[in-house]
């Protein structure tokens, strides 16, 4: 089984989850861990499962505006916060207006998020679920939310749980 793990990172947290997704998977067969930018169709010929995932910015995925924002804050004098490597390229928005699934492909959606009900901190992987299925994979699993806490880390087990959920993946 060949699974690929995309993501969209701005802080890191979204990155930590995915390569712990893929090291959950890593049991069944080669994982490729890649951020949105290096995502190419190309990348995803013969891929079985395809796990996507990013963060959840005003209650969706993350839009231009919400990025620029993301860029501001961690550039602020007292900023706590660090961005990601490759936060400054495309998001998953632009990534699935140009992408091409392959036939047949499984697929699962996460994201992370702010504790809190998902009602009120709204959930990306719900956006992302559907764009998958409208490329046509087919959802083996129920999105899945990673918390993050206040000062903008993962909370405690959260990466442990994102390598079960993984694991989780292969059954289904």
Sequence with gaps: MRAVVVFESMFGNTRLVAERVARG???AGEVDVLPVGEATSEALDGVDLLVVGGPTHVHGMTTPRTRDAAHEQSHRP???????PEAEGPGLREWFDRLTIPAGCRAAAFDTRARGPAVLTGRASKGIAKRLDHHGATLVAQSESFLVDRENRLVAGE?????????DLLRN
């Excluded at 007292?78 to 990601?84: E, H, K, P």
């Excluded at 990466?159 to 694991?167: L, M, T, V, Y």
């Design 25 to 27: 998977l890593s049991a």
């Design 78 to 84: 007292d900023a706590s916060v660090t961005l990601d």
């Design 159 to 167: 990466a442990s749980r994102a390598e079960a959920w993984g694991k």
